[in-house]
């Protein structure tokens, strides 16, 4: 089954980078593009990688709102951007702060730093960035893999979206 997965993503990734790069901006916008770049600066991150992971998250809608409560553009909870605005200086966070693209993507892009450097290896981080710090630390104690197919699959997805930006955007 895994050997069938990475033959369909490797044939997908083919087909997709055969695409020319106007084609690719017509199907993956890249909104917000000044402020994605600025933190990906000011965060060292790759903006191909964060615009990856906020299509991926949120297909660039600042609106967005899942059912477990994480908001906006990269997806996050209150919880968890609260304690980002704590700890790059912020004092006074409100829930309805997730709804600001520019606040949005600034806490987002900490928190994914955060994880780069805390796991120094991007598919971690991603996974973490998916399904949690505890998860992932629960499977790296127990020498397994990331357990969530569904996990699996975003940062594949990602991973994947990430060269599309930069062949689409020159990220």
Known sequence: MTVLVAAVAASFA?????????F???RYPLRYEQIV???????RLDP??????????????????????AIGLMQLRPDTAKGIAIRT??????????????LNVRYGSWYLRHL?????????????????QRNVDTWRAEGKGVQFSETR???D??????DVYRHAYGL
């Open 24 to 26: 690719q901006r017509l």
């Open 153 to 155: 699959a975003y940062v």
């Open 89 to 102: 200086g912020g004092s006074r966070f409100r829930t309805s702060d997730l709804y600001n693209p520019e």
């Open 48 to 69: 191909a990688l964060l615009a990856a992971v906020i299509y991926q998250e949120s297909k660039f809608r600042a609106d967005a709102k899942s059912g477990s409560g």
């Open 116 to 132: 780069l450097d805390k796991y120094d290896d991007e598919k971690t981080a991603l996974a973490a960035y998916n399904a949690g």
């Open 37 to 43: 770049r600025g933190h990906a600066r000011n965060y």
């Open 157 to 162: 997805r990602v991973e994947d979206l990430k």
């Open 14 to 22: 083919y087909l997709r980078s055969g695409e020319p790069a106007w």
